[in-house]
């Protein structure tokens, strides 16, 4: 059975910091790409980071210089650090981990951010 078990959230002043983390199991966590997703009430669902099996990263424009992705494969944990947190990063945020036709979803944690 496949799990991802995201942590990490809460409530945050406008400028402070939060560390989500996913650790996956019951799939070989190191070919996946993975990804932090947010969806905020009224809105779809966008892409905030990703990190390739090999390391590459991408991110929203609006988080960079901001968030930073990071993973270890030997924990099959991906995480994702928020700094400099704006009301506007408020969301439920998901870890999600791809690959070829399979494609795991965490259950959610809420961020909000207050100002």
């Known amino acids: 059975q496949v799990q991802l078990v995201e942590s990490g959230g809460g409530l945050v002043q406008s400028g402070g910091s939060l560390r989500l983390s996913c650790t996956a199991s019951g799939i070989i966590f190191s070919v996946y790409p993975v990804a932090w997703w947010r969806q905020a009430p009224g809105n779809q669902r966008e892409l905030v980071a990703s990190?390739?099996?090999?390391?590459?990263?991408t991110y929203l424009d609006s988080v960079k210089g901001r968030f930073t992705i990071s993973r270890d494969n030997a924990l099959n944990t991906v995480w994702l650090q928020m700094n400099n947190l704006k009301p506007e990063d408020t969301a439920v945020y998901y870890c999600?981990?791809?690959?070829?036709?399979?494609?795991?979803w965490g259950q959610g944690t809420q961020v909000t951010v207050s100002s």
């Open positions: 999600n981990a791809q690959f070829r036709l399979l494609d795991y």
């Open positions: 990190m390739s099996s090999g390391g590459g990263e």
